[in-house]
Each structure stands twice: as structure tokens, then as C-alpha cells.
């Protein structure tokens, strides 16, 4: 078991692995029944005294969230830990709230690794576009222009679906991405991530099936899992999700949703090759299941014709389309887009009034003049002028800097590299050596729904500048030759 232990901090080593265990089973990464390491192979493998794991194991078992059979070993006893105690004597007044269980686990991974790189200068683990590719001054101008011409809007409520004028511009630039969707069909929310929580606070309840990619995107994880749902995982390859795999769980299962990101994956990169994407189509028509198709990065694109959309090939409505415009025009105006048809579509925006009564109007029509086509096919070229040349710059350092025993993808859109390290290195222990140096990535572990590989980093580069992605693959690479120069020197044998 990896566990990144942080020992410059006023936070016992003891709690910090309490915590780390309860936290993974919160997330389901350990289910009830695993057995946990040994008192002294947990020790050997974080350098840390038996002692401090007996404690930290000895609190997790006073909160009945272990137990220990003897002669057997110490195994999950809870699949929810509904109460955390208070094992620290200097707690603030407010560490009650620890007491309350929550259902954030990959947030709360999240959140933490937040709070320990808010210096950081190198957002490796960033999968935004960098403000300078950005049209943000002339959104600004035409905000304060529009304002200006139209006062009484900052009074109005606007439709729930979204303004017909905004949808009408959103459908006109799908269609020509091959993805005919009428503006009947479309609902504005506030960012791809709403529109993820609408369509599983609408369609999915306790006990309800989904299947996944794995790895996934984080979030998307979480949302799915706090509505009761059974995550089911189906690994993914150089051609996207395994149909083949796939189709076996939907034999032995009946799930309700699939979700999939087809092109430029989030985190890996991949591409679902057009076979995969016809024979998906085909497996939700014969398990009458929805599919979600989550297209965040069609944008973001280095080649000159990506696949077409899985939406585009639906005949029958089985597919929910979810894109988020905010990324490549403003992060801070929060736009993307849920499009359906027939009965889902009424029940979606039946959601959509039930959460906040429709998006702003205001964001809606400052964003209007940037979604019409001529803008955004002159933007998205520029813009993906530059974001190309940092792949490149990235795959150089990459190959230039890291170990050999590294692999990473070499993706034909979207902001993100996949690294693999060795198996026996955990993304995790790296975490720390990183923090000090003043970069931040994101572990791959946490894009697991379950059976999380350790072994793996999403290095994102479209937020930062030539020299920022320089300084920071240099960095990290020499702390991953660190890791491997100290196992290789204990694997050494003593003559």
C-alpha cells in the first residue's frame, strides 16, 4: 500500500495514515473485506516505526472501520465510515465537523493536494488554457459594451433551457463539426460538470448500474457514486474503451448508463477508433441503456478531421452530449451544453429548472458574438497553433529528460499526457518531492473508480508557457530518476 506521508507537518505520521485509509475506503478504493498489509510490512514500506502503524491502526479500529482477526490478519470492516473521532489533543474548536460523513473522497484527494501546492508555480496538474490564448479582453469589452446598451438584462431571468438566440449559435457551430443537433434539442448549463450532476440526479438512483471508462475523469466519478450507482470499469486502450469487455459486463449486467469521453480522453488522451464508436452505438440499442458522451477537448485538436461525435451517429436518442465551452473561451463565464431529444430531454430540463431555474442570460449573451462560427474557427486555429507546438515541446522534454523505464502518450488533441512509470513506483510517493519543488500534477490513482493503477501522472500543458513546462518536466523528471537511482542502488547486491 502507497501512502505519501508528509513529514514536515504538525500532523501526526500515525493520523496521516489513519486518515489515508479511511479516506481510500470512503472512496471504495478499499472495499469491505480487503485485507490490509501487516503491521510490519506497512512499516517496512513507509519507513515509518511498527509503532505508528499500530496506533494508526489501532485508532481505525476504535472507529470500526477495521478489525483484526488473529492468525488471519486485519481487514476492512465497513464499506461507510459514518463517524471519524478525534485522536489529536490539539484540534481546533471546529475538528467536530470532522463527525460528519461526507461523499467527496476523490474532491477531498483533490482538495488536499490543493491546499499543499497553492505556491506552486508549475501547474502541471492544470488541464486549462494558459489566459493569454484566451479572448478575454474582448469579452471583457463587449460585457461592459452590452451592459451598458441593454441595464434592464441585470434584472431578467432567462428561459430555463437557455436563450434561444445563444442555443440557436451553439447549434449552428455543431453542425458544422458534423453534429446536427437542433436548438430545440440543446440546454445551456453552468459548465460541463452541471450537466454531468443534472443527468445523474435525474437518471440514477441507488442500486443503479454505470459503466466507466478506467481511468476516467475524476469528477465525473464521484457524481455518479453519490447517487447510489454501482461503478462498473472497462479499461481503455490505444482505441479507446474495450467494446469487447464492455459487452460482457452488459451481458451479465443491465446498466442503465455508459459513460465515455471518445475523443481526446480525459486523462489518457485516446482516441475511441469509428469501429468502437459504431459497435457502442449498437450495444445501448440492444440494452435499451443511455450513453453519455462527454466531449470536452473536440477543440483542442492536432489533426485535421477528429472523429465524429458519437451524437452524430444516434438515431433513437440513446445519447446524452455534454460539451463545456468555458475552457477555450472563459473559464470564469460558465457555459456548456447538455443536448437530447424526446422524453430525456423534457426530463432534463425539468432538472435543470429544479437546480437554479435556468443559466445566467448575462453570460449567455456576452459569450454570443464568440460562438458564432467565423470567431471560433479563427480563434480555435490560433490558439491550437500554439497548443500544438507545447505537445511538442512536452514529448521533447519528455524524452530528452525522463528514464527510460517511462512511457507516455503522444495524444493528437486535448491538454493532457498520460505517463506510465515502472510499476513498482507509485505516482503518490513522488507527490511530496514535487510539492517542495513547486510543481503540481495530478495522480493517476485518483481517475480510478476502483482497482486504482498507481503507477501512473496526467501531465497537462496547455496552461503553462515555454518555460514553465520546461522548468517543470526537468524538475520532475530528475525527482523520477531520484526514485529509480534509490531502488537500484537497494536492489544492488553487497559485494
Avoid at 454505470?210 to 457514486?225: C, G, S
Avoid at 437554479?356 to 448575462?362: A, K, Y
Avoid at 507509485?426 to 480510478?448: D, H, M, P
Wanted: a neutral charge; hydrophobic letters at 40%; one cysteine or more.
Amino acid at each position: 500500500m502507497k501512502i505519501d506521508l508528509n513529514r514536515n507537518t504538525n500532523i501526526s505520521l500515525s493520523k496521516q495514515i489513519y486518515q489515508s485509509i479511511a479516506d481510500r475506503i470512503s472512496s471504495g478504493l478499499l472495499e469491505k473485506g480487503s485485507r490490509l498489509p501487516s503491521v510490519r510490512s506497512l512499516s517496512k514500506t513507509l519507513n515509518v516505526s511498527m509503532v505508528t502503524v499500530s496506533k494508526a491502526y489501532s485508532m481505525l479500529a476504535d472507529d470500526s472501520i477495521i478489525s483484526t482477526i488473529q492468525g488471519k490478519g486485519t481487514y476492512v470492516q465497513t464499506e461507510k465510515i459514518k463517524n471519524h473521532k478525534d485522536h489529536d489533543t490539539d484540534l481546533t474548536s471546529l475538528n467536530w465537523q470532522l463527525s460528519i460523513p461526507d461523499h467527496l473522497p476523490r474532491a477531498q484527494f483533490w482538495w488536499q493536494n490543493i491546499s499543499l501546492t497553492t505556491k506552486s508555480q508549475i501547474w502541471l496538474s492544470a488541464a486549462s488554457v494558459h489566459s493569454s490564448l484566451l479572448p478575454e479582453h474582448l469579452i471583457s469589452r463587449h460585457i461592459s459594451s452590452f451592459i451598458l446598451k441593454n441595464p434592464d438584462i441585470l434584472s431578467e431571468y432567462g428561459p430555463v433551457q437557455g436563450d434561444l438566440e445563444f442555443r440557436s449559435a451553439i447549434a449552428d457551430y455543431l453542425i458544422s463539426s458534423g453534429i446536427s443537433i437542433s436548438k430545440n434539442e440543446i440546454i445551456i448549463t453552468n459548465g460541463s460538470q452541471q450537466a454531468i450532476n443534472l443527468v445523474a440526479r435525474t437518471f440514477i438512483g441507488s442500486g443503479d448500474i454505470v459503466v466507466m471508462e478506467a481511468p476516467t475523469y475524476t469528477a465525473a466519478i464521484d457524481v455518479f457514486r453519490w447517487q447510489g450507482a454501482t461503478i462498473l470499469s472497462v479499461p481503455v486502450d490505444k482505441d479507446g474503451m474495450r467494446i469487447d469487455l464492455l459487452l460482457r459486463l452488459c451481458d451479465t449486467y443491465s446498466p442503465k448508463l455508459i459513460y465515455t469521453i471518445p475523443t481526446y480522453h480525459n486523462p489518457t488522451g485516446t482516441v475511441m477508433s469509428m469501429q468502437r464508436r459504431k459497435e457502442l452505438i449498437e450495444i445501448a440499442k440492444d440494452f435499451n441503456c443511455l450513453i453519455v458522451e462527454d466531449d470536452p477537448w473536440r477543440e483542442i485538436s492536432f489533426e485535421k478531421n477528429p472523429l465524429p461525435a458519437l451524437k452524430s451517429m444516434d438515431t433513437d436518442g440513446h445519447v446524452i452530449y455534454i460539451k463545456g465551452f468555458s475552457k477555450f473561451l472563459s473559464p470564469g463565464c460558465r457555459i456548456g451544453i447538455l443536448a437530447a431529444s424526446g422524453t430525456i430531454l423534457n426530463r432534463l430540463i425539468a432538472a435543470k429548472s429544479n437546480s437554479d431555474l435556468g443559466s445566467p442570460v448575462l453570460t449567455q449573451k456576452a459569450l454570443l458574438p464568440f460562438v458564432q462560427l467565423d470567431f471560433m474557427k479563427k480563434h480555435l486555429n490560433s490558439m491550437n497553433n500554439i497548443l500544438y507546438n507545447r505537445r511538442n515541446l512536452i514529448l521533447k522534454l519528455l524524452k530528452k529528460h525522463m528514464p527510460d523505464t517511462v512511457e507516455w502518450s503522444s495524444p493528437m488533441g486535448g491538454p493532457n499526457i498520460w505517463v506510465t512509470l515502472p510499476s513498482w513506483l507509485s505516482a503518490e510517493s513522488l507527490v511530496f518531492e514535487a510539492q517542495k519543488n513547486s510543481i503540481a500534477f495530478l495522480t493517476g490513482s485518483t481517475c480510478y473508480s476502483s482497482e486504482p493503477e498507481f503507477n501512473h501522472i496526467r501531465l497537462s500543458f496547455s496552461s503553462l508557457d515555454q518555460e514553465q513546462l520546461e522548468n517543470g518536466i526537468i524538475t520532475l523528471s530528475k525527482i523520477v530518476f531520484s526514485f529509480i537511482d534509490k531502488k537500484n542502488s537497494e536492489d544492488s547486491p553487497i559485494v
